[in-house]
């Protein structure tokens, strides 16, 4: 009673040839754009107060890296603070309105408002009541990350296989089992959907948030707030440098959680197997 | 009652009793059910289709109660009688975040029983149903017909005293449906269970069954009560014997009968 045997996933060899050719490319056309970037302005004459040259903004990196660096790690924590918050918050809502229809008829319509009201509209409250600094900004992340975090989160434990349901109750599952072996289970892949969205708008919610509620002291602050900072200095090189730190916040973000996705859903799950790029 | 002398499982204890049972949903879907399944009996349930076939089922489970009329199962309501059936449902129904064994484990699992023991009989199980050498794979990993069998032995490892089995193999291709029936005699050969099975198939209702209960549409009743008479020891060969083909035959008749009725 031998059956066919299990099917193994491919890859291999040709896979990685594939892979390398690519980030070779795509290296290549970066370093491409920096030398057109570096030749305009030789040629242009362009101030650098309006466009500096990405040497420049390379040795401004480096001089001013500690600077630099802590303004990355304050929205780092603030950003990470806010998400991590909105996952745990968002999943107990989730939990509440996966409890019946009733519950999500009344309260999906405030997750709506959650979502559709501009948070720069609320910011100055939220300033208002809470003070400006790391706690605003941390509320603002918190706020809108939630949104996303509720509805897959919901949508992943309700949408189960009656089949499964009907199987726990021929076995007199307790509620506690039904929700914890099955549905809960159910709802992580989706759960994933709403921290991959979450975690994205997590990074630009930070730094808008530090763009107004920035910092409760002068010269200290997330890069938000140094952004604000150096343009009003006219430090349009730092201000590039604190771009490109803008950009790899939002990149390590994004693989941190494709890398917990992978881990805990690759030995089971269809989509983790093959990752759709947005 | 008729002056047909009576045969001795007629006096046996039955297993299922439904008495004058009928179900609504929004229109009526069964009505004016009465049979008894008796202890041994392996009973298929055929009829058009939208007759309430997998309604029985759920019934006689107590997953949907009925609106008029009684249900007994060993005696008890259904609900009360889960302990000693098992369901199998048409797909095989596998948390696909467990591995094999973990899933064959579940109803141990959800009833509590120890660890060391649940691993015990769940590889007993695995090994009887042939997926032994697979108990890490996770379901995607297996292909149909060893995803059935996976479900099988998860309903098997309860213990059940009645099975209750809503087209199990109907997704599968027709030799690997042919050889799980042939696993699936065995296994009863060897466990005595009682089944009540749904299906579509007239060739393996007949293959599989002591007694076929034919329904009728519109609503559901009960259009002919049909024993089997093929020998109780059955291997593949029988498909290809003169009796097979008459008792195919015959049902079949019945069956357009009650499409036309």
């Given at each position: 009673m031998r059956d066919s045997d299990i099917a193994h996933a491919v890859g291999g060899a040709h896979g990685v040839r594939h892979r390398l050719l690519v980030l070779v490319n795509s290296l290549a056309i970066f370093a491409a754009f920096l030398l057109l970037w570096e030749l305009v302005i030789r040629a242009g004459h362009v101030p650098p107060f309006i466009l500096p040259s990405p040497w420049r903004v390379a040795e401004v990196i480096h001089e001013r890296f500690p600077a630099l660096a802590q303004s990355f790690m304050i929205t780092a924590v603030t950003a990470s603070v806010g998400l991590v918050a909105s996952i745990v918050a968002g999943v107990g809502v989730a939990l509440v309105f996966a409890q019946s229809r009733w519950t999500r008829r009344l309260l999906y319509p405030y997750t709506l408002l959650l979502q559709t009201v501009p948070i720069v509209a609320i910011t100055p409250l939220i300033i208002l009541w809470v003070g400006a600094g790391t706690g605003a900004v941390t509320l603002i992340t918190f706020i809108i990350c939630l949104a996303p975090i509720i509805a897959n989160t919901t949508q992943g434990l309700i949408s189960v296989d009656e089949n499964l349901i009907h199987l726990f109750l021929m076995h007199n599952a307790t509620r506690g089992q039904v929700l914890f072996k099955l549905r809960l289970r159910n709802a992580i892949p989706s759960l994933f959907v709403g921290i991959r969205i979450s975690a994205g708008i997590a990074v630009i919610g930070a730094i808008t948030g530090e763009l107004f509620a920035g910092s409760s002291s002068v010269g200290r602050g997330g890069l938000g707030y140094s952004i604000i900072y150096a343009s009003q200095q006219l430090q349009t090189d730092y201000l590039f440098a604190l771009i490109v730190a803008s950009a790899l916040l939002g990149f390590s973000f994004y693989f941190i959680v494709y890398f917990l996705e992978w881990y805990f859903l690759h030995e089971w799950h269809e989509s983790a197997r093959t990752p759709e790029v947005e | 009652m008729s002056a047909q002398p009576r045969r001795a499982q007629d006096f046996a204890v039955p297993q299922i009793e439904f008495a004058g049972v009928a179900k609504k949903y929004d229109r009526l879907i069964l009505d004016g059910l009465n049979f008894s399944v008796t202890k041994g009996d392996f009973v298929s349930i055929l009829g058009p289709s939208g007759c309430g076939k997998s309604t029985v089922l759920k019934l006689i489970s107590g997953l949907t109660p009925a609106n008029s009329g009684t249900i007994l199962v060993d005696g008890m309501t259904p609900k009360n009688a889960r302990e000693t059936m098992s369901f199998i449902f048409q797909d095989p129904t596998l948390l696909p975040w467990r591995t094999v064994r973990a899933n064959a484990g579940l109803g141990l699992e959800l009833e509590r029983v120890p660890r060391e023991k649940r691993d015990e009989k769940v590889d007993a199980l695995l090994e009887l149903v042939g997926l032994s050498h697979v108990a890490?794979?996770?379901?995607?990993?297996?292909s149909g017909g060893m995803k059935m069998r996976l479900s099988i032995a998860r309903a098997l490892a309860t213990d059940p005293r009645l099975l209750l089995m809503d087209e199990p193999f109907a997704a599968l291709d027709e030799m690997t449906r042919d050889r799980m029936n042939e696993e699936l005699l065995r296994l009863r050969d060897e466990q005595k269970w009682t089944v009540v099975f749904v299906t579509h198939s007239v060739a393996e209702a007949v293959f599989l069954s002591t007694r076929i209960i034919v329904l009728s549409a519109n609503p559901g009743r009960i259009h002919a009560d049909i024993p089997v008479?093929?020998?109780?020891?059955?291997?593949?060969?029988?498909?290809?014997t003169p009796e097979f083909e008459q008792c195919v035959t015959a049902i079949s008749r019945t069956l357009w009968e009650a499409r036309t009725a």
């Open positions: - | 890490r794979a996770y379901p995607r990993q297996l008479m093929l020998p109780a020891a059955r291997a593949a060969d029988l498909r290809t």
